[in-house]
């Protein structure tokens, strides 16, 4: 019978590396969500000042993610070759 091979410790860094990086995602994207319905609530409400600067922090937010997730398939790849 074949056993399921027990994943080795540079496996587990890799894991454990990507399971904190999609959790920041969700916790980014869940401010990012935020932060859009409170400026068009406030832009609505006719405070447009406050469109510009939402936007230049969710393009932040925005940048912070894809770096994240150029990391996740970076860890990944390196886990898979080995």
């Not at 319905?37 to 894809?66: D, K, M, N, Q, R």
Request: charged share 15%; with cysteine; hydrophobic share 50%.
């Amino acid at each position: 019978m074949n056993e399921p091979s027990q994943p080795g410790p540079a496996q587990k860094k890799g894991l454990t590396a990507i399971d904190g990086a999609l959790s920041l995602i969700a916790v980014l994207l869940i401010v990012q969500m935020w932060l859009l319905s409170a400026t068009l609530e406030s832009y609505l409400a006719g405070h447009h000042e406050a469109a510009y600067p939402a936007c230049v922090i969710s393009g932040i937010i925005f940048a912070t993610c894809a770096v994240l997730f150029v990391f996740i398939h970076r860890v990944d790849a390196n886990v898979r070759k080995r």
